[in-house]
């Protein structure tokens, strides 16, 4: 085994890690947004979005190996565990303030924090691979 090849195995590997941390957000968030959050005014709509682009990222980061996929996965997942955090600040993220941390917030967490950190090694390994 070369030493490129080990490292195209493991940008592979933290590729589909990164993807399905990104589809676990995904997932939570379809199913808050059809268990009710449809109905919140803006919080619903950018619900919908996480759904819709977390599928979409994560099934791009399995086939395909361009870098522009895990560039999006760090930007959704940073984005996503942003809006989360923002939630629990006294101001809220638009209007939506959180108290507490039910499981659906824990499995956001922890999908999205999983997904970001892959997604950022992911894109290491290209850039480093470039040289």
Same mark, same amino acid.
């Given at each position: 085994?070369?030493?490129?090849s080990?490292?195209?195995?493991?940008?592979?590997g933290? *590729? *589909?890690?990164?993807? @399905?941390?990104?589809?676990v957000?995904?997932?939570?968030?379809? &199913?808050l947004?059809l268990?009710? =959050?449809?109905?919140?005014?803006?919080?619903?709509?950018?619900?919908?979005?996480n #759904? !819709?682009?977390g599928? !979409?990222i994560?099934? #791009? @980061? $399995?086939?395909?190996? +361009?870098? #522009?996929?895990?560039?999006?996965?760090?930007?959704?997942?940073?984005?996503?565990?942003?809006?989360?955090?923002?939630? +629990?600040?006294? *101001?809220?993220?638009?209007?939506?303030?959180?108290? &507490? =941390?039910? $499981?659906?917030? !824990?499995m956001?967490? !922890?999908?999205?924090?999983?997904? @970001?950190?892959?997604? #950022?090694?992911a894109?290491?390994?290209?850039?480093?691979?470039? *040289?």
């Open positions: 085994m070369t030493a490129t080990t490292r195209t195995d493991s940008a592979t933290l *590729r *589909r890690v990164a993807a @399905l941390g990104t589809a957000s995904a997932v939570v968030h379809g &199913y947004f268990d009710g =959050w449809s109905a919140v005014t803006v919080t619903g709509p950018l619900f919908a979005l #759904a !819709v682009a599928v !979409v994560a099934v #791009a @980061l $399995i086939a395909s190996a +361009h870098w #522009a996929w895990r560039f999006l996965a760090v930007g959704f997942n940073a984005l996503s565990l942003a809006a989360l955090a923002l939630s +629990h600040t006294p *101001r809220g993220f638009f209007g939506l303030r959180e108290s &507490y =941390w039910d $499981i659906w917030q !824990v956001a967490l !922890v999908s999205e924090s999983v997904g @970001l950190f892959a997604a #950022a090694l894109l290491l390994a290209w850039w480093r691979g470039r *040289r």
